[in-house]
Nanobody
Framework: QVTLMESGGGSVQTGGSLRLSCEAS?????????VGWFRQAPGREREGVAM????????YYADSVRGRFTISRDNAKKTVYLEMVSLKPEDAAMYYCATGFSWSGNWENPELYSCWGQGTQVTVSS
């Protein structure tokens, strides 16, 4: 069972930057599957932000973050990153990483992921 832990969240002003990390537990075989980043703001559904496959050569972004967010991974460190720049107030949310994607549907569907971290909070003030 892979355990994921997010870190790097915080409070920034509009236009600021943050880098989130998603680290797999040391007891995991490897983060060998695709990893997705999701976010959920209060009162809203969880939405897909970005996803990267195991080899790092297949990457998806939500339209709302394309050009501002960059997902990457370091399999040796069992860590996936989400670099976020030009942050906007609407980016504020709890951010989660997830793995175990079933590849049976749209990468943005959270129900297709089997393992989730606890989340890290991102706050963006105007």
């Amino acid at each position: 069972q892979v355990t994921l832990m997010e870190s790097g969240g915080g409070s920034v002003q509009t236009g600021g930057s943050l880098r989130l990390s998603c680290e797999a537990s040391k007891y995991a075989v490897s983060v060998s599957d695709a990893v997705g980043w999701f976010r959920q703001a209060p009162g809203r559904e969880r939405e897909g932000v970005a996803m990267i496959n195991s080899g790092g050569n297949l990457i998806y972004y939500a339209d709302s973050v394309r050009g501002r967010f960059t997902i990457s991974r370091d399999n040796a460190k069992k860590t996936v990153y989400l670099e976020m720049v030009s942050l906007k107030p609407e980016d504020a949310a709890m951010y989660y990483c997830a793995t175990g994607f079933s590849w049976s549907g749209n990468w943005e569907n959270p129900e297709l992921y089997s393992c989730w971290g606890q989340g890290t909070q991102v706050t963006v003030s105007s």
